[in-house]
């Protein structure tokens, strides 16, 4: 599942044309933590993802990458 966020948050932070340090300004992180999600070494607590799911607007499984079929 961390690869699948860490894919998923770099894809949809790319896709909305925001800079790390952009994402990590709108969410009172620092952009070296934003750099930590996007390479899987760190993940979000549950506020900070819940967070980043309502600024891309996508579900919370979407963004963890666990999506039912």
């Given amino acids: 599942m961390k690869n699948s966020f860490a894919k998923n948050i770099k894809a ?3 896709e ?3 800079t790390q340090a952009e994402l990590g300004k709108l969410l009172n992180v ?3 933590k934003v ?3 996007e ?3 760190v ?3 549950l506020d900070t993802l819940c967070q980043l799911a309502d600024f ?3 579900t919370v ?3 963890i990458g666990h999506e039912n079929e």
């Fill in 16 to 18: 909305e044309g925001c």
């Fill in 56 to 58: 891309f607007r996508v």
């Fill in 39 to 41: 390479n899987g070494s």
């Fill in 61 to 63: 499984d979407e963004l």
């Fill in 43 to 45: 993940e979000p607590d």
């Fill in 30 to 32: 620092t952009q070296r």
């Fill in 12 to 14: 949809l932070r790319t």
């Fill in 35 to 37: 750099s930590y999600w």
